[in-house]
């Protein structure tokens, strides 16, 4: 990780409220000397998160997030942390420049690789065989500025084209495993041939595939698409998100669609919180990708069966991760791409208005190909939407009951009885926080009191001054340092001095998670000492023990046996004091 100067990250979360800061996200009320809202990180529905406006810290004590006004940031809007920086300064009104861009050093080449691929398909499109590409992207009303922003190529008619190109550079192997040339015996050829082609991005926006669509009639796939490699998960990504995602945020919503394609015509029209995924299906870590987006999200799948099929499958995905969903049907087209072209942008925007809940949209789905004036069909029909019911919440099954009851004169009171109302709970159950033994939970607490006032480093030297774990001791040196440097330390800067250190951030967000931001107390401090050193004391004592039942020698077992007995009488000392 790249250093940052201390003092202006400083500057910045000390010229940041952050009460003022995460009331630009959710409704804060005050309580007492603090704020509480909603936790934005689980499905909370009794404010059970507490904000700091005199510690700067906020913690939620259900789901147990918490940290500073940088990691507020960071969390909610599923951004690294120096971009949660810049996004505060931003906020503050304070310069901060610095364009910083995670990328793991062991994939460095490999990405490198993929961009250059890039731009010589890009290249491809300024030739002489280019100009029928290009040709055909303007009939689509794909522009330059479209060609250029989601950096759209060629790949040309010669099947050797890209592999010399990049063999010169390249290790051919390399380029084989990257899905960019294939080999036979010693013949190696491009993967792609007489395309355009569009990247395929990862969430941060670099190149790690692509997709190769025929635009010269051919009798070919109309789409090919990169196999899986190193950096090509396609159950991972999401087609077009990094573009999307600030969109996302201003719209409050976001569409999902099944082709690139389709995703750029909207793009292109100003529909710019779209994402497609390049199939018919939703794998786990997509729908982990749409629930830190915390949006409604839109289904706006192929008009065809499968377009169908997939959007019942997904939308009861996305329901049952508790995510909003509503469902867009296009009729008169195959896809959003054919709507607009044929269409319009503004009739295509209106379709989007009237989107309707997947709950409706699966009521209508079962009522197709039924006739509900037979008994057998209706009794089907109400059995298949009590089925749905199960999982929904109160308020819908009371009004979908009193629907179908008017709806087709069936008694309210047997409905409800065929279907379980569960009673809603007015404070949502606690998450169970991961149990901790005696001396975890007491590090964890010293550990806090030794980052938020530099009384305590003192004390625990005095008192103690040592921790089993050498994690633990890392960090104690690590919080020596920081006090040396600055004469004065508090956990809201410390948490973000931990960033850059890789020896102690783990640490110190277990810390951050295992403890409720107490309030703080010498003699409650001494007390933490006091059990850890019994602790180790207790353990030590085991230990010579064994060590004790093991030894020959007689003299060594002499000298064993009065330090065992030392640290006995050490411990029957404090337990009479106490």
Do not use: W
């Amino acid at each position: 990780m790249e250093h940052i100067s201390e003092s202006k990250i400083n500057e910045i979360r000390n010229s940041a409220d952050i009460v003022s800061i995460i009331s630009d996200y959710i409704p804060l009320k005050m309580q007492g000397k603090n704020y509480f809202g909603l936790c934005p990180f689980h499905d909370d529905h009794s404010p059970s998160m507490s904000v700091s406006k005199e510690r700067q810290l906020y913690k939620c004590f259900v789901c147990n997030k918490g940290g500073n006004v940088f990691n507020f940031v960071k969390d909610y809007e599923n951004v690294s942390y120096f971009e949660a920086v810049k996004i505060v300064a931003n906020k503050v009104g304070i310069p901060f420049d610095y364009e910083y861009k995670e990328m793991p050093q062991k994939n460095k080449d490999l990405y490198e690789i993929m961009d250059f691929a890039t731009n010589v398909y890009q290249n491809n499109l300024n030739s002489e065989e280019g100009s029928k590409a290009k040709e055909y992207l303007l009939k689509r009303n794909i522009n330059d500025n479209i060609i250029k922003e989601f950096r759209i190529g060629l790949s040309l008619s010669d099947n050797k084209y890209l592999a010399n190109v990049l063999s010169k550079k390249y290790e051919v192997n390399t380029l084989v495993d990257l899905g960019l040339v294939e080999k036979d015996g010693l013949n190696v050829y491009d993967k792609f041939v007489r395309r355009i082609m569009i990247p395929i991005s990862d969430l941060d926006g670099k190149t790690v595939g692509f997709t190769g669509r025929i635009y010269n009639n051919e009798d070919s796939a109309k789409y090919i698409n990169s196999k899986e490699t190193i950096l090509y998960k396609k159950g991972h990504i999401l087609f077009n998100y990094h573009n999307a995602k600030p969109f996302v945020r201003e719209k409050k919503s976001l569409i999902v669609v099944e082709g690139n394609m389709d995703a750029i015509r909207m793009y292109s029209e100003g529909v710019k919180n779209v994402v497609a995924l390049m199939g018919t299906t939703l794998t786990k870590e997509q729908i982990s990708i749409l629930k830190k987006l915390r949006v409604p999200i839109i289904l706006l799948l192929d008009s065809d069966n499968a377009g169908e099929i997939a959007t019942l499958n997904i939308g009861s995905e996305l329901v049952k991760e508790g995510l909003s969903c509503q469902v867009v049907r296009l009729s008169g087209a195959k896809d959003p791409d054919e709507y607009i072209v044929k269409f319009g942008i503004e009739a295509f925007n209106n379709a989007i208005k009237s989107s309707v809940s997947y709950f409706d949209y699966k009521l209508i789905s079962l009522k197709e190909n039924k006739n509900l004036s037979n008994t057998n069909e209706l009794i089907s029909y109400v059995k298949d939407i009590l089925k749905m019911l199960d999982s929904a919440d109160n308020l819908t099954k009371e009004i979908t009951l009193k629907k179908i009851s008017e709806e087709y004169n069936l008694d309210y009171e047997l409905l409800k009885q065929e279907i379980e109302f569960k009673k809603e709970e007015k404070v949502i159950t606690k998450v169970p926080k991961k149990k901790q033994d005696n001396y975890t939970k007491c590090v964890y607490k010293i550990l806090y009191y030794l980052m938020s006032d530099k009384k305590y480093l003192a004390i625990f030297n005095t008192k103690l001054g040592f921790l089993k774990n050498r994690e633990e001791r890392n960090l104690v040196r690590e919080i020596e340092q920081y006090i040396e440097i600055y004469d004065k330390i508090n956990f809201a800067d410390f948490l973000s001095y931990s960033e850059s250190k890789d020896i102690i951030k783990d640490l110190v967000k277990r810390v951050s998670e295992g403890t409720d931001y107490e309030e703080l107390e010498d003699n409650t401090f001494l007390e933490y000492l006091k059990v850890i050193e019994n602790i180790i004391n207790e353990e030590e004592i085991d230990k010579l023990k064994e060590e004790i039942k093991l030894t020959t020698d007689i003299n060594e077992k002499i000298k064993k046996i009065e330090l065992m007995a030392m640290l006995v009488k050490k411990r029957s000392d404090k337990h009479g004091r106490n």
